[in-house]
């Protein structure tokens, strides 16, 4: 095999690679639900430490009122002057905005 057959090889595979991501970016914009947990989990985490957290994977159907887009669902829990403390989050999947947040 000639160097420039491998070289030509792997520029193609390379090129075929970021298509390929390409494609898929634009089929799925979703944001990860890790990272929604993450940013979420990192503005509790400015006001002291947290106990737990858990998101739901898969994006589910959410309006209010005027507002309909696709969330994931998830919650965190901290101790707080001796007391616990759990809050259920809403977050858009697309941009990884909180939309909803309650105190349960």
């Known amino acids: 095999m000639k160097a420039k057959d491998f ?4 520029l193609t595979g390379v ?3 970021l298509i390929v991501n390409q494609a898929y ?3 799925n914009p979703n944001t990860s639900a890790e ?3 993450n940013s979420v989990k990192d503005a509790f985490k400015k006001e ?3 106990d737990g957290s858990w998101i739901v994977m898969k994006p589910e159907p959410f309006t209010n009122h005027v507002l309909s887009m696709d969330v994931y669902r998830g919650g965190i829990s901290r101790i707080r ?3 616990l403390e759990q809050f259920e989050f809403a977050a858009n999947a697309e941009t990884g905005t909180v939309v909803e947040l ?3």
Do not use: F
């Open 102 to 104: 309650n105190q349960k």
């Open 35 to 37: 990272n929604v947990l």
């Open 25 to 27: 970016g634009k089929m």
């Open 81 to 83: 002057n001796g007391e």
């Open 15 to 17: 090129a075929a690679g």
């Open 7 to 10: 070289v030509a090889g792997i």
């Open 48 to 50: 002291g430490p947290i």
